[in-house]
């Protein structure tokens, strides 16, 4: 078999030589080898030298990939072969500690040896001091509780308004949603937490309170001294108003009066809005409150600095224009005439008085920090009939 391969493979090299005029320069190198050695007689040699090293080294790759292999099935997962850690006697822990556990598959884990363990309920008021950048959301959220039970707690300090909270003041923190009110008596004492959306019981038997039912007798006249501050967990109850009143109309702006000197006299005619609404600064995004009516804040409070332009968001005539006496500082109310009235508050100037007519986009006051404010922005509502979300009539920032 072989002798024949080797005729035909000098054959074909004979051919070869035939074909070409001049072989020797164009011969490679590989071949005149590969035809010395068939002359010599080597060729199924080497072939057979050549699949045993092949085979070899095959061999041994399996080897010692299988070794590696079986190397790592045998390691103990989550380091269980690690020595314990010992700890002296009488050293304290850090809850912060964390102890790095070995590297499994490329990823390094840790153990966290501090427990969150879950706060208790409170039965006992606290005390908190505002600090700069304290929001009434922000308060509420510390403890636990919703926004609205920060007000509810706190009337005679905040007046149910979000704006009145400033650094240094002392807040009652309640231990559970709800009302922190005064019982004056005069009325039966069921009556009085009903008002508030709760039972006689609820009241009475709140361990915050501290009260001995045994003491009180009937709970519907409970034997509650006047005077006494009590938590009424769970209760509710509307928001004292500080806010301007709805419907001042062109034709109706003595309603407005008892806001104080900013109140106009009754207009005639006057310019009529479109129905839609712009922005009332520059600044399309908000530096203060969201509108929120469970925190009786209901506008926005546009972001802008101090003597910054305020435009009417709609055309329509002026019907308050002044001081206001319920903390919107210097104020600005517009009727449009078409069921709507936007309003303006906390202005550094004024540029409207009652009567005028003006035209959306017409610059009628400036940015500013006046009345209970906690930093410079225009606080804007839109009424029409009550108080709605202004997010819904402007275009989109």
């Known amino acids: 078999m072989m002798p024949q391969m080797n005729n035909e493979f000098k054959e074909e090299l004979s051919d070869n030589k035939e074909k070409d005029a001049d072989p020797a320069p164009r011969r490679s190198i590989a071949m005149r080898w590969a035809a010395s050695l068939l002359d010599m007689g080597l060729g199924e040699p080497l ?5 045993n090293l092949l085979t070899v080294t095959l061999v041994a790759l399996v080897v010692v990939m299988a070794g590696n292999f079986y190397r790592q099935a045998q390691a103990e997962p989550d380091g269980a072969d690690q020595p314990p850690v010992e700890v002296e006697a009488g050293a304290q822990s850090n809850p912060n500690q964390t102890v790095q556990s070995p590297v499994e598959a490329g990823v390094s884990r840790s153990a966290q040896l501090h427990t969150n363990i879950p706060s208790r309920p409170r039965n006992v008021m606290e005390n908190y001091t505002v600090q700069d950048g304290d929001t009434v959301f922000g308060i509420a959220e510390k403890f636990g509780l919703q926004p609205e039970t920060i007000l509810w707690g706190n009337y005679n300090t905040l007046l149910d308004d979000p704006h009145s909270l400033q650094p240094g003041q002392e807040l009652i ?19 009085w937490a009903r008002f508030y959306g709760v039972s006689a019981a609820d009241v009475i038997e709140y361990p915050g309170n501290n009260i001995d039912p045994n003491t009180v007798g009937d709970y519907e006249n409970a034997n509650i001294k006047p005077g006494t501050w009590l938590i ?11 806010s301007a009143p709805l419907g001042v109309t062109r034709e109706n702006p003595a309603s407005a009066r008892v806001l104080g000197e900013g109140a106009c006299d009754p207009v005639s005619g006057g310019a009529v809005g479109y129905g839609y609404f712009i922005y009332p600064t520059n600044k399309h995004y908000l530096s203060g409150f969201d509108f929120s009516p469970q925190t009786n ?7 802008g600095d101090t003597g910054e332009g305020v435009y009417a968001s709609d055309a ?5 224009s002044g001081w206001n006496d319920y903390g ?17 508050a906390h202005l550094s100037a004024i540029n409207a008085g009652c009567g005028q007519s003006v035209g959306q986009g017409e610059v009628i006051g400036a940015v500013g920090s006046t009345g209970r404010s906690s930093g410079s922005h225009l606080h804007f509502e839109i009424m029409a009939g009550v108080k709605v979300n202004p997010w ?3 275009p989109p920032p």
Request: no cysteine.
């Open 316 to 320: 329509g005539v002026i019907v308050y």
């Open 173 to 191: 923190i309640l231990p559970v949603d709800g009302v922190y009110w005064e019982w004056l008596g005069g009325i039966p004492f069921g009556e």
């Open 47 to 51: 072939i057979k030298l050549g699949t």
């Open 232 to 242: 009424i967990p769970g209760g509710k109850r509307d928001f004292v108003s500080w």
């Open 328 to 344: 919107y500082g210097n104020m600005i109310m517009v009727d449009h005439g078409n069921g709507f009235q936007s309003l303006y």
């Open 297 to 303: 804040h209901n506008g926005l409070d546009f972001a």
């Open 392 to 394: 819904d009539y402007l």
